[in-house]
Nanobody, 130 residues
C-alpha cells in the first residue's frame, strides 16, 4: 500500500534549523509532484514548497522563500526533504508531505492547493519557541 511518512519535526528555538524527511513506501517518487504543506492551529492548511521530480521545477510560498529548501535524495529515490533555516514562531505548525502525479497537476497548482494532492502523510509537529 502506498504510504508517505514524515519525520524530523521537533522543538527548536527561533533562528534555529530543522530538516524534515518524507519517505515513500510502496511506490517511487518518479513522475510525481511532491510537496510540503503545513497547518497551524486554527488556520487552514497551506502549501510551503513543492518540487516536480520530472523537471526539477520548484515552488516556494512567499513566507518561506530564502529560508526553506526542498530537495530529493538522489541516492534514495523514495525520500525527499525540507531544510528549514532561520525558523520563527510563525513557522510553528504540523507539517505534511504529499504527492500527486505530474499528469494531474502542476507544482504551482499543487502548492497553492488549487488542486489538492491525492496522497498525504500523517504529519510531523514543528514548534518554534524560546
Amino acid at each position: 500500500q502506498a504510504q508517505l511518512v514524515e519525520s524530523g519535526g521537533g522543538l527548536v528555538q527561533p533562528g534555529g534549523s530543522l530538516r524534515l524527511s518524507c519517505t515513500a513506501s510502496g511506490f517511487t517518487l518518479d513522475w510525481y509532484s511532491i510537496g510540503w504543506f503545513r497547518q497551524a492551529p486554527g488556520k487552514e492548511r497551506e502549501g510551503v514548497s513543492c518540487l516536480s521530480t520530472s523537471d526539477g521545477t520548484t515552488y516556494y510560498a512567499g513566507a518561506v522563500k530564502g529560508r526553506f529548501t526542498i530537495s530529493r535524495d538522489t541516492s534514495k529515490n523514495n525520500t525527499f526533504y525540507l531544510q528549514m533555516n532561520n525558523l520563527n514562531p510563525e513557522d510553528t505548525a504540523v507539517y505534511y508531505c504529499a504527492r500527486e502525479h505530474i499528469a494531474l497537476t502542476t507544482v504551482q497548482n499543487m502548492c497553492t492547493m488549487t488542486q489538492r494532492a491525492s496522497d498525504w502523510g500523517q504529519g510531523t509537529q514543528v514548534t518554534v519557541s524560546a
